[in-house]
């Protein structure tokens, strides 16, 4: 049972997987191709976010979160994978954070060792 409880815990409102019944669409035409379009550039905005993350030029983190952004509304994947790397920003800026607060405080910068 308490197992139960921690698995209802950690799941979070994410969005039902829908199966595409191709033979009977329910959707509205508009929708559907609304759908295809969100899919298709966040496809799109994650393949090039990928290729930013080497290349020099294009800004990778910040199109793989449009990327990411795009998909959630119809993948429950990729809304998880949304959370987790926005809670890992939140905790790196706020490591980065403390750390500089850490030096206003003390007046010393952990980064400067006067070791030479």
Request: with cysteine; hydrophobic share 35%.
């Amino acid at each position: 049972m308490p197992q139960k409880k921690l698995n209802e815990g950690l799941r979070k409102n994410y969005p039902k997987y829908r199966r595409m019944n191709l033979i009977g669409m329910q959707d509205s035409r508009k929708s559907r191709s609304k759908m295809i379009l969100r899919q298709v550039s966040g496809y799109l905005c994650l393949a090039i976010g990928v290729a930013g993350c080497v290349l020099p030029i294009i800004p990778g983190i910040p199109l793989l979160f449009v990327g990411l952004g795009l998909l959630a509304v119809d993948s429950p994947w990729a809304a998880r994978l949304r959370d987790r790397l926005k809670n890992y920003v939140e905790r790196q800026l706020s490591r980065r954070r403390r750390s500089k607060d850490k030096v206003t405080q003390t007046g010393k910068d952990p980064s400067r060792d006067s070791a030479y």
